[in-house]
């Protein structure tokens, strides 16, 4: 006699954003904002009980834009706490406006080859076709999965998943806005199966700060751009700063000179603003270029765009880290 098996332990923690709002009681014409929680979400979802044993935490209540680096230390310790209670897995539901960098928080802050899962919507519930509960069924599935393991944190919208490290949103209302320009998709899922085709090399893991995070700047240089923005980066109290370059990392060669005189004082990341491929280290020599900076003490971001680079660097001041550690953190993950 054959003992049927109990599905996987799923934890889904709620954060607000697109997939939990709808109108409020009585209202009409005022848009939607985030009112539904975890339970809720999961209820609407009746497929769910077939892939998981779900159980549900409203961690936060609101639009993905106010979700802070704070918050994302305090989730990371909560589903540590789950991982070691015993789930398979974790579901996080947000808006996708910030899921890029959310996700990449938590692949960072999180200790555990169990998967986490982000996942969102494009379509809020009350318009036809929502897509949060596809994204919701198909997020719990790809935790429940022993072959999610290892891989990370990832990003699972419109059937496909994607290693948080490399996932951006494209465009502003499509379903298909999610994408990994760099290395595609590391799987997708099929008749609500898994298929896992990629398998990244493990992220280097940072223990969640007890204190607060120093402010980070991030800037997107333009055709032109003489950088005098840089000039009130330190009076305006940041810590640090991740520049949004052009092409391989290139600015002008005015704003070469700022942020040379910057970055003796304070960790200057230079990243691409195409946000596809990686920093070039030793093609271009003019003035501005990416050899020009980088040997004036810029720190190369590698694969990572400006906003990744900005949460890898906020957490690495977070732990007090001079420019010398900083530089050595965006190594070790570019390797």
Request: proline share 7%.
């Amino acid at each position: 006699m054959t003992v049927p098996t109990r599905p996987p332990r799923v934890a889904v923690f709620s954060l607000g954003g697109t997939i939990a709002s709808t109108n409020s009681p009585g209202s009409s014409g005022a848009g939607v904002a985030p009112r539904l929680g975890a339970a809720e979400l999961v209820t609407a979802v009746p497929q769910l009980q077939a892939a998981a044993q779900v159980e549900t935490v409203a961690f936060r209540q609101c639009p993905s834009g106010d979700l802070t680096l704070p918050d994302l230390a305090a989730l990371a310790e909560e589903i540590t706490a789950r991982f070691a209670d015993g789930v398979s897995g974790v579901v996080v539901t947000q808006g996708t406006d910030t899921i890029e960098e959310t996700s990449f928080a938590l692949d960072l802050l999180v200790d555990s080859s169990r998967p986490v899962v982000v996942t969102g919507a494009m379509r809020n519930p009350t318009l036809a076709g929502a897509d949060g509960p596809a994204n919701l069924l198909a997020a719990v599935q790809v935790a429940a999965s022993p072959r999610a393991e290892g891989l990370g944190t990832l990003v699972v919208l419109n059937d496909e998943i994607h290693a948080a490290r490399f996932v951006r949103k494209t465009h502003t209302s499509s379903p298909s806005t999610f994408r990994s320009v760099t290395v595609g998709p590391l799987g997708w899922l099929v008749e609500g199966r898994p298929r896992i085709a990629l398998r990244p090399a493990v992220l280097p893991r940072i223990t969640p700060p007890a204190n607060g995070f120093p402010a980070v700047a991030l800037l997107k240089t333009w055709l032109g751009d003489d950088g005098r923005f840089l000039d009130s980066v330190e009076s305006l109290g940041f810590a640090g700063l991740v520049v949004e370059a052009l092409g391989g990392g290139h600015v002008s060669a005015q704003m070469a000179t700022s942020l040379e005189g910057l970055a003796r004082r304070l960790p200057v990341v230079l990243a691409s603003r195409t946000g596809g491929g990686e920093v070039l280290r030793e093609t271009y020599g003019f003035r501005g270029s990416e050899r020009d900076l980088l040997a004036h003490g810029l720190i190369p971001a590698g694969f990572l765009d400006g906003p990744k680079a900005r949460i890898l660097l906020s957490l690495q001041l977070a732990h007090k880290a001079d420019i010398t550690a900083v530089r050595a953190a965006f190594e070790e993950i570019n390797r």
